[in-house]
T-cell receptor, first 116, second 114 residues
Framework: ETGVTQTPRHLVMGMTNKKSLKCEQH?????MYWYKQSAKKPLELMFV???????ENNSVPSRFSPECPNSSHLFLHLHTLQPEDSALYLC???????????????FGSGTRLTVV | QKEVEQDPGPLSVPEGAIVSLNCTYS??????FMWYRQYSRKGPELLMY????GNKEDGRFTAQVDKSSKYISLFIRDSQPSDSATYLC??????????????FGTGTQLKVEL
């Protein structure tokens, strides 16, 4: 399998549930990202991991909890979400060459989350 | 003011037309400029990537960057129905902790009609 794989593709959860989103990349990249995509809004950066260390938390509410056990896997743990958290959650990876060069991200197909 | 401004469209053109998509930005720290294409129910895929001001061509696609005006464009020649998608501009900046951050426009929805 190649590229960036996200599971599940669709998720419906109640506001009191706990669920996790999974992302796996097979590209040998060292940086991984979570983005949120809502209708009519730009993609919103949530978290950045570089060599499995978190380097950015874009003021994300604590009901979203990321985990990066290694450079190939990224999780987003969800608990007590709100209906306004319904969106497409995209995982991406990139190769950080340390020079600041951004060679573009490779995105997964996303998890469509609905909070009811 | 948003860091990146992009007209959301929708933009509808006939097959074979030249399409012009544009973004403006306000942050001078942006270093690299990209265009992504996103089909329905898919993640964005990288189309074009540029660094310096000027033009970069790849097949039917041309990316143009004008850093002095903080303006980037994507031109699609001989547009095809398969080009129907949402086009996102994105700009990168360095994160002090490592890695880089892409800031996206809202995306322009393009429909190429037969």
């Amino acid at each position: 399998e190649t590229g960036v794989t996200q599971t599940p593709r669709h998720l419906v959860m109640g506001m009191t549930n706990k669920k996790s989103l999974k992302c796996e990349q097979h590209l040998g990249h060292n940086a991984m990202y979570w983005y949120k995509q809502s209708a009519k809004k730009p993609l919103e950066l949530m978290f950045v991991y570089n060599f499995k260390e978190q380097t950015e938390n874009n003021s994300v509410p604590s009901r979203f909890s990321p985990e990066c056990p290694n450079s190939s896997h990224l999780f987003l743990h969800l608990h007590t979400l709100q209906p306004e958290d319904s969106a497409l959650y995209l995982c991406a990876s990139s190769q950080d060459h340390g020079s600041g060069a951004a060679y573009g991200y490779t995105f997964g197909s996303g998890t469509r989350l609905t909070v009811v | 003011q948003k860091e990146v401004e992009q007209d959301p469209g929708p933009l509808s053109v006939p097959e074979g037309a030249i399409v012009s998509l544009n973004c403006t930005y306000s942050n001078s720290a942006f270093q690299y400029f990209m265009w992504y294409r996103q089909y329905s129910r898919k993640g964005p895929e990288l189309l074009m990537y540029t660094y310096s001001s000027g033009n970069k061509e790849d097949g039917r696609f041309t990316a143009q960057v004008d850093k002095s005006s903080k303006y980037i464009s994507l031109f699609i020649r001989d547009s095809q129905p398969s080009d129907s998608a949402t086009y996102l501009c994105a700009m990168s900046s360095i994160l002090t902790g490592g890695g880089n951050k892409l800031t996206f426009g809202t995306g322009t929805q393009l429909k190429v009609e037969l």
